[in-house]
């Protein structure tokens, strides 16, 4: 026998054995905005996709709407149509009111669909066109109880109007009476509208009595609408104890949103009460009506519902979704096992996964979610992905990804800053090429041609990279490469990349402050939008200089323990953590920032998140000797010469060449040593490192995609390495004659509350690299295992150098 | 309100101002001119949290 319905795959009773039939509601740009965006997008398979959804959440029938301000239904729904009969196992509702559009759907269809609606709002016409379509076609039609004078409220009105339209479309246009589903209409009764509190009451009855005189027909309801005006968790629960009444009066089909219709056993019987009591309007009077009623008690017992939203009846589609974001990893498993029999695993990274972490993204961009959870959320990512990949089939994806190569350039050994471009981009659905540090342009230009990159994207840490980053501008140019590169990393600025990078090379050259900055310059490259970098409007001005600075030189030089050099390694790594820079280290390099949190909630993200992660990464190092603090110093002779200074080693004078500011204050480091032929002064250096083992460390984790771990631990590494400075220098004015007074803290160390200075080369006060020429070449400090590559960058990486002037006016400034 | 420099934990305490930098005491943090950058590690505002 046929069915009342059918789609390509399957016959469709309109009387289920347990009514009611499902009917899917959300394929429609007027009641779901996911549907609409993705309509308003042409993502056509995005709109496939909710049907699918409703589909799996157990919709029988999909009801679908494309009329919508700005878009041509005839086009959109026949396409839509089409899509949905090849893929969908439910019945199809074609919801159109334009004959047109319905007809070019029904020739499309490949089963018996339904068509929605007809009624004599117009007196006729378009219920003459849609009937004659539904006998040519053989479709199914639903009939809404409207007429010239609008919408029929009472049950009387209601049935009065299904006789009307029951003899015409039976009688007149030879539609089979099993072929007509009468919607009688519900209004809500959830807005204390006194003119509908017996809406529901009217509704039920039209629908028992529909159901008495015409027993072949089908009757359906749009059920949502008994609650419109209320609270979505409150809604679900009315809406469900209103379907079932009304299944009770003889409904067939219901349209809804098959996700929110609730089993009546989940509802207490006290939550069922008070709906009833609403819905039949029970023991009203003025001062206490069920409304009243239902909305205090659902104040009061609004937790429950919600427990329950949390829990149990989400859709897993939504729970990826919050695990995604959350960074929970939770049962992952199990839930994309349970995705798995919805959808193919290539669809679950772009439609569910993808957009999360999308989200994500912007969350991140808003200030509303911290690195460190950004970072939770990628590895969440990860996993979901890998557990995936088994499934699908094999390159089925890189064919339209985009790909990106990623490189440190040549003498850089710096990683983290590309590996989290790396972490960011692939767990965005790209494709990476992370080629690794110390490469040079020769190997970058080779590898872009191999993988056929669409984007290049270079990092790297000191301003020597940037400027090898200037310099290979040429070659990629000459090489012949069009691709758009992307340029990162601490030491680069806006300008610079405009003014040095960009006239380099033709294609678009972009500046990118971090890894999301990254994210959304390949996003503007596949809308065709991506440009180079320009210099910014207004530079900003900095501080204002002081007045013009008098150096006094006729300090005392202090006395030292020993002239030259020394190495010291006995160091107990555990007295590194109390000279840290805990601030820096949990707000900056962490960045576990306060930014929108009540003081409140950030002493709470700290004694529950950061100070346990503290202790726990603490210990870790400690327990597994990951660190190695070693320190190479020393103590020479010296004397300034105008900008510069003389320092004697090894009988051997070594000169290092500062710059001094353009304006007031005028400073220059020079100045803070005596000068002149005869002068003599004294002079410290150190190069101090905390070893490699930390950095193998980072490398297995980022190996094994723990990104969390692995931006926490080197940051701790970072401002251990920081803490070793800190601690030598204060050994050193001990041994200069100036120890620091009991109690001196964190803050202290960072106000520079202490005699004297020390800088590090590269900072501001002394932005020249090259001082490391001379520095290593009287330190040595090979012997602790630092060395340097041709951009002067000290490996190991955690590793930081210094020169230390004890003059009680030397202090940090810029050049 | 005091805000923290997250780069490097100075903190910009209002009652005191900036006096090397011509900041009154007194100051707010909103109110500091957009050219302030922190006078220890020359980071923008935006890198500072608010302390209290
Ligand atoms: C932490 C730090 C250190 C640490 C550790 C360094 C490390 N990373 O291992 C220590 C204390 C050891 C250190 C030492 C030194 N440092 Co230091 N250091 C920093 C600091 C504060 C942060 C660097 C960092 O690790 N950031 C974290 C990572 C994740 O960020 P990132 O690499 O910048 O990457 C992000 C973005 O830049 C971007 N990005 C990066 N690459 C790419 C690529 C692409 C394609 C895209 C899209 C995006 C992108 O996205 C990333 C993630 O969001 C910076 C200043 C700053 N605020 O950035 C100075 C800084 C890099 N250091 C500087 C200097 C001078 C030094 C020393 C030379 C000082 C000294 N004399 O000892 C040494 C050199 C060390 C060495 N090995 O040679 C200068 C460099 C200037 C210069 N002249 O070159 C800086 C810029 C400070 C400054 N303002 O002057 N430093
Ligand atoms: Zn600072």
Redesign the interface.
Known sequence: MIGDLASLYQAIELKQEIPPLLIGERANPNGSRKFRDLLLADDFDGCLQVGLEQESRGAQVIDLCVAYAGRDEKSDLPRLVEKFAGSLKAGLMIDSTDPDCIEASLKLYPGRCVINSINLEDGGANLDRICRLARRYGAAVVALTIDESGMAMTAADKVELVERIYHLAVDQYGLRPQDLLFDPLTFTIGSGDTTLFDAGIQTLEAIREIKRRWPDVATLLGVSNISFGLQPAVRKIINSVFLHEAVEAGLDAAIVDAAKVMPLAQISAEDRNVCLDLIYDRERSEEDTPLMRLMAYFSDHQGESEEEAEHGSVPAEEEIRRKLVRGDRDGLEDLLTILLQRYPALEIVNRLLVPAMREVGDLFGRGELLLPFVLQSAEVMKRSVAFLEEFMEQDAESGKQTRILLATVQGDVHDIGKNLVDIILTNNGYKVYNIGIKVPAETIIAKAREHEVDVIGLSGLLVKSAIIMQQSMPQYQEAGLTMPILLGGAALTRSFVAESCVPGYTSPVVYCADAFAGLKAIREYEQGCLASTRTAAAV?????P?PKEAIDSSHDVPSVPFWGRRVVRDIDPEQLFSYL????LI??RWGY???KLS?EEYARLLSETVDPLYARLKQRLLDEHLLQPQVVYGYFPCRSEADSLLVNADSELFRFDFPRQVLAPNLCIADYFKGGESAQDLVGFFVVTIGEQLAELTAELFRDDQYHDYLMVHGLGVELTDALAEYWHQQMRAEMGFPDPQGQG??EY??QEYRGSRYGFGY?ACPDLEAHRPLFAMLRPEEIGVSLTETLEMVPEMSTSAIVAHHPQAK?F?I | MRY?C??????YDPEKG?P???IAAGTPFEDLP????C??C?A?QD?F??L?
């Open positions: 900003p001005v900095r501080n204002r002081g820079n805990r601030q820096a707000r900056g920032r306060r930014a003081k964190e803050l960072v106000t501001p940090y810029a | 923290i997250t780069c490097c934990g100075y903190i900036d090397l930098n011509e957009d050219a302030w950058v006078p220890l020359y923008e890198s949290d608010p209290d």
